[in-house]
């Protein structure tokens, strides 16, 4: 008798991404699929249904093309490929992120496959604890004989982990011994002297209190050099540059020297988290690759009703170790989480005061994180181990 391995080899894949805002949701699918064909040698076809945000975060994708090849990977526009789908247009594995919901012509066809494709729901990052009751839980869908599975992200063995590159520790390393932090800032724009200050690289809703934090720096004691992504936070960049936010202009006011980047390719992006002091992060994307920095971080979480996104941060204040009482207190205030009024002076004094041990403490959890295992790698056990265990 065939092994079941053998009837699924799982060689094939779709990642379907609906962009529902902003850059996170393609950015993190598309560092899975590359991870997925560079990696594990999987043929990925990448669906994603807003090729305009792509392109900022990937210079090389055209937003025109229906369908395309980018680094070894099929991208298809969707919904403009949404068509009709026969059983041999279907993968041995199927991915949905977030929950978005599948072309039911195409869900019809995945049920008229012989070997049944293996079908995941990879979902969002969070520290809550329910999520380790509801990783790997099986959905059969309510009609069609298919399953899906629930596939979360997470910090600790009882989650998927986070997602890593085999090479990032080594390319990180490699670029912070090999002293490209300097040439690297230098192609930003940066002077000599900007560069001698403490660099923080800053990315945030608009929700957040810049006014209020640049103030604090304009009076530090300490020359500071921020960078921000043209786009981001506008209104107070622009009072502060006192003209238009585009790349390349820069202020200076006080201690606080500000310099406007383009919004760089991700594989930049990482590059800019590595060469600064502090890194201002977001949503869900740049704070995973915040914490494979190894550098302090604050975060800026994306807003949710209720105010569930104080549940969540929360969450991850509690389990994350480096956190000392200045840095809990600095994301809370970021977040508009604090309990009472908040010095931003005294609170951006008590966080540099305490710079040094975090960034030792922010090395220890990179190295707890890797032991978590990569995402994928994670994924991808848990689907052979379906396939052997199928029925
Ligand atoms: O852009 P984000 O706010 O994205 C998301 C989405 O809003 C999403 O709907 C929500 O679910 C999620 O947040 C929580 O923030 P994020 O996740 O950090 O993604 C930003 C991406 O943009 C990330 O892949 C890094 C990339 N990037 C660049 O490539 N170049 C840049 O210059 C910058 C600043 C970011």
């Not at 529902?20 to 598309?30: E, F």
């Not at 923080?200 to 300490?222: G, I, R």
């Not at 989480?337 to 008590?350: C, H, Y």
């Amino acid at each position: 008798m065939q092994h079941p391995a053998a009837a699924n080899p799982l060689r094939t894949l779709d990642i379907f991404c609906h962009v529902y805002d902003n850059y996170g949701d393609i950015g993190i699918c598309w560092r899975l699929a590359r991870q997925l064909a560079h990696e594990h040698g999987i043929a990925v076809r990448l669906w994603v249904d807003d090729l305009v945000s792509f392109q900022r975060i990937w210079p090389e994708v055209d937003p025109s093309a229906e369908e395309q090849q980018v680094a070894g990977i099929t991208v298809r526009h969707w919904p403009s490929l949404d068509g009709a789908y026969t059983a041999a247009d279907i993968p041995d594995i199927v991915i949905e992120f977030f929950g978005c919901e599948l072309p039911p012509a195409y869900v019809e066809a995945m049920a008229r496959r012989e070997v049944k494709p293996l079908w995941f729901n990879l979902e969002g990052l969070s520290a809550e604890p329910w999520v380790e009751g509801c990783h790997t839980l099986p959905s059969p869908h309510r009609s069609l004989k298919l399953t899906k599975h629930f596939f979360f992200p997470g910090f600790n063995e009882r989650t998927g982990g986070l997602s890593f590159e085999a090479d990032l520790d080594a390319r990180r390393q490699a670029f912070l011994h090999e002293n490209q932090a300097a040439r690297f800032l230098q192609s930003l724009g940066m002077t000599p002297q900007e560069r001698q200050g403490l660099k923080v690289s800053l990315f945030c809703y608009d929700y957040a209190p810049v006014p209020e934090l640049f103030a604090a720096w304009q009076a530090s004691p300490v020359p500071i050099t921020c960078l921000v992504p043209e786009g981001v936070a506008r209104e107070t960049m622009e009072s502060f540059l006192g003209t238009t936010m585009q790349a390349g202009a820069a202020a200076t006011h006080g201690a606080l020297s500000l310099r406007v980047l383009p919004f760089v390719p991700q594989t930049d992006y990482d590059k800019l988290l590595w060469s600064c002091d502090v890194n201002f992060v977001r949503g869900e994307d740049s704070f995973v690759r915040a914490q494979w920095a190894g550098k302090p971080f604050v975060w800026n979480i994306y807003k949710q009703d209720k105010n569930l996104h104080h549940t969540k941060l929360n969450a991850f204040l509690k389990i994350y170790d480096p956190a000392t009482p200045a840095l809990i207190e600095a994301n809370r205030a970021w977040n508009g989480a604090s309990q009472g009024d908040v010095d931003w002076a005294a609170s951006w004094r008590a966080l540099h005061a305490e710079l040094p041990a975090l960034t030792a403490g922010a090395e220890q959890w990179q190295h707890k994180m890797l032991a978590n295992g990569d995402f994928i790698a994670n994924l991808l056990r848990f689907a052979r181990r379906l396939v052997v265990e199928a029925p």
